[in-house]
């Protein structure tokens, strides 16, 4: 079956600008988290949602915001782009709330590699 | 203080040969998973091993093995036999909290790891 898909794998953006990136979760699976991985800060968990709802949230300011659908995509969005956002943005999708499985089933996309200049 | 601790920022193994890779953590809850992923040049997260904190026996898959020793809070990886493809960051991650409760991974700053022909 196909993997977490996250499109555009690459963008270059300007200060002050936003931006939208999309995650596809594997099918079945509702829960959708996204990570920030910077080399000086390494990966950071920015929020998770299950079932259109977010239901975690990391330490980021109010620029980084998402939502999910009810076809479990998810979309994070960065206002008024810093070049601190510069980043490889991760989303990982797990099948539900509750997990039974043993490794609990966080599958992870390839990224999208954010560039502000 | 930091909850997952990577102390190798670096390492070389000769093709063939074993190699560990270390990975100690800090939590209070009884109950928490431990995760080994691989991240190749190309960004994705590849998930390698999963250990649960009630788990008796250590986690195998193929040629990776945790080494799980929970009164010293340690979950070393081991790779058996290494291939030059296993050239990659390797990051330990912990998710805290009983099954369904705490919904994100805490991750380690990673470890280099170059496989020598």
Do not use: H, W
């Given at each position: 079956?196909?993997?977490?898909?996250?499109?555009?794998?690459?963008?270059?953006?300007?200060?002050?600008?936003?931006v939208t990136l999309s995650?596809?979760?594997?099918s079945g699976h509702r829960s959708v988290s996204w990570y920030q991985q910077t080399p000086?800060?390494?990966l950071q968990f920015l929020f998770e949602y299950f079932s259109e709802t977010q239901r975690n949230k990391g330490n980021f300011p109010g620029r980084f915001s998402g939502r999910q659908f009810s076809n479990s995509r998810s979309e994070m969005n960065v206002s008024t782009l810093e070049l601190g956002d510069s980043a490889l943005y991760l989303c990982a999708s797990s099948f539900s709330s509750v997990q039974r499985t043993a490794n609990y089933g966080y599958t992870f996309g390839s990224g999208t590699r954010l560039t502000v200049v | 203080a930091q909850k997952i601790t990577q102390t190798q920022p670096g390492m070389f193994v000769q093709e063939k040969e074993a190699v560990t890779l270390d990975c100690t953590y800090?939590?209070?809850d009884q109950s928490y998973g431990l995760f080994w992923y691989k991240q190749p040049s190309s960004g994705e997260m590849i998930f390698l091993i999963y250990q649960g904190?009630?788990?008796?026996?250590?986690?195998?898959?193929?040629?990776?093995?945790?080494?799980?020793?929970?009164?010293?809070?340690?979950?070393?990886?081991?790779?058996?036999?290494?291939q030059l493809g296993d050239s990659a960051m390797y990051f330990c991650?912990?998710?805290?909290?009983?099954?369904?409760?705490?919904?994100?991974l805490t991750f380690g700053s990673g470890t280099q790891l170059t496989v020598l022909p």
């Open positions: 079956k196909a993997g977490v898909t996250q499109t555009p794998r690459y963008l270059i953006k300007t200060r002050g600008q936003q995650c596809s979760p594997i000086g800060q390494g | 800090d939590t209070s904190s009630y788990d008796e026996q250590n986690a195998t898959e193929g040629r990776y093995s945790l080494n799980f020793q929970k009164a010293r809070k340690s979950a070393n990886l081991v790779i058996s036999a290494s991650a912990m998710r805290e909290g009983a099954s369904g409760s705490a919904r994100q």
